[in-house]
């Protein structure tokens, strides 16, 4: 399985961007799918996840401004960011887990993309 993430950039403050990941290979829809980001000299903190069912679980900072969907169809994940803040500059992940209970954890998961850069000036 193989997870490839994009759709990152340099914004302004209050901007949007939509992340997408696509997930190729034999891979199972029932997975929890992820994001995380990380910057510099930090650990991979936990943004949002989904279920099969489509629940989702998000970081307080991330509640109300980003949202988590799935296409199951096309095997593809998407985090749509709203009103962006400078400390949501970081290098995004999106993961798959081993289970189907959404956890927040950023140790277990089994596949991970390759991270996309988001950076957002004041």
């Known amino acids: 399985v193989q997870l490839q993430a994009s759709g990152g950039g340099l914004v302004q403050a209050g901007a949007s961007l939509r992340l997408s990941c696509a997930v190729s290979?034999?891979?199972?829809?029932?997975?929890?799918m992820g994001w995380f980001r990380q910057v510099p000299g930090k650990e991979r903190e936990f943004v949002a996840a989904i279920n099969w069912r489509g629940n989702t679980h998000y970081t307080d900072s991330a509640k109300g401004r980003f949202t988590i969907s799935r296409d199951d169809t096309t095997t593809m994940v998407y985090l749509q960011m709203n009103s962006l803040k400078p400390e949501d500059t970081a290098v995004y992940y999106c993961a798959q887990d081993r289970s189907s209970v959404i956890r927040t954890a950023n140790t277990g998961w089994r596949y991970w993309g390759q991270g996309t850069q988001v950076t957002v000036s004041s």
């Open positions: 290979g034999r891979t199972h829809v029932s997975y929890v």
